[in-house]
């Protein structure tokens, strides 16, 4: 079966980058779009980035300028290179990718999350 797992996680304090990565692995056909999205505590789940199978990126207004979305398709793995991370940041970050399998099932594949605090 289909495994995502996000990595590169941690604590960081204001001003600070992290680098995340998103590993997919399994029976895959091809991965279409992967996107990064992150949940805080109280807050409703937001899009963060997203990259197209073709490598177009798109941003939420309060990243652009700060996060870079990019990806490795011989890898099957995305990146999330964060700079610039204020304690606003400090978020729960999933990966999804959006698969085909080998087993022609073509669906959202979620990662189980990696922690990003940010705070001095």
């Known amino acids: 079966q289909v495994q995502v797992v996000e990595s590169g996680g941690g604590l960081v304090q204001p001003g600070g980058s992290l680098r995340l990565s998103c590993a997919a692995s399994?029976?895959?056909?091809?991965?279409?779009?992967m996107r990064w999205h992150r949940q805080a505590p109280g807050k409703a789940r937001e899009l963060v980035a997203g990259?197209?199978?073709?490598?177009?990126?798109n941003y939420a207004d309060s990243v652009k300028g700060r996060f870079t979305i990019s990806r490795d398709n011989a890898k099957n793995t995305g990146y999330l290179q964060m700079y610039s991370l204020n304690p606003e940041d400090t978020a729960v970050y999933y990966c999804?990718?959006?698969?085909?399998?080998?087993?022609?099932?073509?669906?959202?594949?979620w990662g189980p999350g990696t922690q990003v605090t940010v705070s001095s």
């Open positions: 399994g029976s895959i056909f091809s991965i279409n779009a």
């Open positions: 999804t990718a959006d698969i085909l399998t080998t087993g022609y099932v073509r669906r959202d594949f």
């Open positions: 990259i197209s199978s073709g490598g177009s990126t």
